[in-house]
């Protein structure tokens, strides 16, 4: 026969109200800490330029323009299709680097396999010693023929020594010899042993893993400026990165400009287009929180072990 909670055991577990009073104060608080950088930063991509060279930064702005947006916008079709080649590296990207992870990290994960030692401290030793950029330049370049072709933003970061460390260290925390083993029993193959239950016991590795690869591609520029010199395949990162440098470019030539062409250089943005071009490029990641956070907690419960 079940027997009810004591209502002393409830009471030892709750807190009281003035205590979550201020737990509740706290968080709000550091949540207001967390969020106002940011919106500080989209105010400013809103304002004058003249404005902001007068009073400042400023979370209420005395002249509110959009003049920096319709700059970024001149030229919307090179913008989204930049938008486009982002995107396109991160799903791709993302969903090969993590199988690639994931079927790296698995047998030097498992005790049976023999040079599991050897494969582990030849990941971990590309973390301390590269080969250096001109050889790595010349292999992309002139033995797999890369430059001017998208897959160039894709194929150097699909695998990642660091992720690697990640994920074996959870395949060797969080999968159970005796899982596996009564698999082999069964009669299943290491095939069909990864794709049927290291997989689902792994959701939590793999969300992490995943958000770091596509924060990695989302934000990577420098693969565009090594490999890229057709405009149609810049990504997001490179195409505000030239915008910048253009800006940076004509108003430095301010000084020497006289007439109109000095009036015209003067009305271009500076240092709201830093900020618009902060929000653009974060603007779209964002959305990829949430679902990352979703199914990390429903791999919590869902990849745990049951006894």
Same mark, same amino acid.
């Given at each position: 026969?079940?027997?009810?909670?004591?209502?002393?055991?409830?009471q030892?577990?709750?807190?009281?109200?003035?205590?979550?009073?201020i737990?509740?104060?706290? %968080?709000?608080?550091?949540?207001?800490?967390?969020?106002?950088?940011?919106?500080?930063? %989209?105010?400013?991509?809103?304002?004058?330029?003249?404005?902001?060279?007068?009073? =400042?930064?400023?979370?209420?702005p005395?002249?509110?323009?959009f003049?920096?947006?319709?700059?970024?916008?001149?030229d919307?079709?090179? *913008?989204?299709?930049?938008? /486009?080649?982002?995107i =396109?590296?991160?799903?791709? #990207?993302?969903?090969?680097?993590?199988? *690639?992870?994931?079927?790296?990290?698995?047998?030097?994960?498992?005790?049976?396999?023999k040079?599991r030692?050897?494969?582990?401290?030849?990941m !971990?030793?590309?973390? *301390?010693?590269?080969?250096?950029?001109?050889?790595?330049?010349?292999?992309?370049?002139?033995?797999?023929h890369?430059?001017?072709?998208?897959?160039?933003?894709?194929?150097p970061?699909?695998l990642?020594a660091?992720? $690697?460390?990640?994920?074996?260290?959870?395949?060797?925390?969080?999968?159970?010899?005796?899982?596996?083993?009564?698999?082999?029993?069964d =009669?299943?193959?290491?095939?069909?042993?990864?794709?049927?239950?290291?997989?689902?016991?792994?959701?939590p590795?793999?969300?992490?893993? +995943?958000? %770091?690869?596509?924060?990695?591609?989302w934000?990577?520029?420098?693969?565009?400026?090594?490999f890229?010199?057709?405009?149609?395949?810049?990504?997001?990162?490179?195409s505000?990165?030239?915008?910048?440098?253009s $800006?940076?470019? *004509?108003?430095?030539?301010?000084? $020497?400009?006289? #007439?109109?062409?000095?009036?015209?250089?003067a009305?271009?943005?500076?240092?709201?287009?830093?900020?618009a071009?902060?929000?653009? /490029?974060? +603007?779209?990641?964002?959305?990829?929180?949430?679902?990352?956070?979703k199914? !990390?907690?429903?791999?919590l419960?869902?990849?745990? $072990?049951? /006894?």
């Amino acid at each position: 026969m079940k027997t009810k909670p004591s209502k002393s055991s409830f009471q030892s577990n709750s807190i009281s109200h003035v205590s979550n009073a201020i737990f509740n104060a706290v %968080f709000i608080i550091y949540c207001i800490v967390c969020l106002a950088p940011l919106l500080l930063v %989209f105010m400013v991509s809103i304002t004058s330029e003249s404005s902001l060279v007068t009073n =400042g930064y400023s979370f209420f702005p005395s002249e509110i323009s959009f003049s920096t947006y319709k700059y970024l916008f001149m030229d919307s079709e090179k *913008l989204f299709r930049a938008y /486009g080649i982002t995107i =396109g590296a991160c799903i791709i #990207g993302t969903f090969f680097s993590v199988l *690639l992870t994931m079927m790296y990290a698995y047998p030097i994960s498992r005790k049976s396999f023999k040079y599991r030692n050897f494969f582990s401290f030849f990941m !971990f030793f590309t973390m *301390l010693f590269q080969g250096g950029l001109v050889p790595w330049y010349i292999l992309y370049t002139k033995y797999l023929h890369l430059q001017n072709n998208p897959a160039v933003l894709v194929i150097p970061a699909l695998l990642n020594a660091f992720n $690697v460390l990640i994920m074996k260290t959870f395949f060797n925390t969080n999968l159970p010899d005796s899982i596996l083993e009564s698999a082999r029993i069964d =009669g299943a193959s290491e095939f069909r042993i990864f794709y049927t239950i290291v997989v689902p016991l792994s959701t939590p590795a793999i969300a992490t893993v +995943g958000l %770091f690869a596509m924060l990695a591609y989302w934000n990577d520029w420098y693969l565009c400026l090594l490999f890229i010199n057709d405009a149609k395949y810049y990504n997001i990162q490179f195409s505000m990165y030239q915008a910048l440098r253009s $800006v940076e470019f *004509l108003t430095s030539s301010h000084a $020497v400009s006289i #007439g109109s062409t000095s009036s015209e250089l003067a009305k271009l943005p500076a240092e709201t287009l830093r900020m618009a071009m902060a929000i653009l /490029g974060i +603007g779209p990641i964002i959305f990829a929180y949430p679902f990352f956070q979703k199914y !990390f907690i429903k791999g919590l419960t869902i990849g745990a $072990v049951k /006894g």
